[in-house]
């Protein structure tokens, strides 16, 4: 195999750990580029007209399948009619999602909140939850996460540690401040999953911002547009903004920064008190980002990745 060939079977292989087939667009603006599958002296065109031209070939043709515009690791043809079963409950999420979010408006400091996970990927089950990344103006992340936490408590739709009840709960596992949006933690499962971000509500500069501060995001994902187009399902205006914009008034001086220094003592103890064993996973907790993930799908995922691109000889043993 070339380098396309590789870099696309490679990818496929990605999407059909995910239980997901791909459309040709979504090969080209996900193509994953791993080093462990060709050295930076190999590389070469990845063009969507040799992506195109690769993906329909004779040598590919043997290992992949297409039907109805997907394509999917050959004798995996069964994934086509189960993502247009998950595409349908998605879109039902989504509704359910974009009612919720809307309520966001009133809580003072939320700049943007984005889709993540299976409910960006239209991949959802019917008991899965609404995993949400919301970025917050600097020096108020405490506050925010708090209001919020009891915004959605208050209309029965936050999801609970440990709770068995997560259906079209909203899960709020990362917070990030405005002015620090660099992440740290950098693999082909992390580009992906904030490549595949979708914005809801906030400004559409917040997400831009997001993506120049994070152009690492193109060392795995190198055809990825870290200016994409902005998913035509945001909020761009709400009523409720005004009760948003009168809290940030209220509590955007000495009042506010006492206020966030109490809220932020309140949850850091606890933090502390339900503290989480961290497997393979990720917890950040400072007063820039707030991420909780202690038990990430990363190390499975990319376990079976690297297991599957072994046993189609897409590295060394």
């Not at 043997?62 to 189960?82: A, V």
């Not at 939320?110 to 960006?120: E, F, K, P, T």
């Amino acid at each position: 195999m070339n380098f396309s060939e590789k870099l696309i079977l490679s990818t496929i292989v990605y999407y059909d750990i995910l239980n997901l087939p791909a459309t040709s667009w979504e090969i080209f603006e996900y193509l994953i580029l791993s080093q462990k599958i060709v050295p930076k002296a190999e590389r070469g065109d990845t063009g969507i007209d040799n992506i195109v031209r690769a993906l329909n070939g004779e040598v590919l043709r043997k290992f992949i399948g297409e039907k109805n515009g997907f394509y999917f690791l050959t004798g995996e043809e069964k994934l086509c009619q189960k993502r247009i079963e998950r595409q349908k409950i998605a879109d039902q999420k989504w509704k359910k999602t974009t009612r919720i979010v809307k309520l966001f408006a009133v809580i003072p400091f939320v700049s943007a909140v984005c889709a993540n996970g299976s409910l960006a990927l239209n991949n959802t089950e019917k008991e899965s939850d609404l995993d949400v990344m919301i970025f917050i103006k600097s020096g108020r992340i405490w506050t925010t996460r708090f209001l919020l936490a009891v915004l959605t408590a208050l209309f029965g739709v936050k999801r609970f540690k440990d709770s068995k009840r997560v259906c079209d709960k909203v899960c709020f596992n990362h917070f990030i401040a405005d002015n620090s949006l660099e992440m740290k933690f950098r693999s082909i499962y992390t580009a992906f999953n904030y490549a595949r971000l979708e914005l809801i509500f906030g400004d559409a500069d917040i997400l831009r911002n997001f993506y120049e501060s994070n152009k690492w995001i193109n060392d795995y994902l190198p055809n990825f547009n870290r200016q994409k187009k902005i998913n035509q399902r945001i909020l761009r205006k709400s009523r409720l903004k005004v009760f948003g914009k009168m809290g940030e008034f209220i509590l955007g001086g000495f009042w506010g920064d006492l206020f966030e220094n109490i809220l932020k003592k309140y949850q850091l103890g606890r933090i502390r008190k339900n503290k989480t064993d961290v497997g393979w996973g990720r917890i950040v907790i400072d007063d820039t980002q707030l991420e909780f993930h202690p038990h990430s799908a990363e190390k499975e995922i990319m376990e079976k990745y690297d297991k599957r691109i072994k046993e189609f000889g897409l590295r060394e043993k």
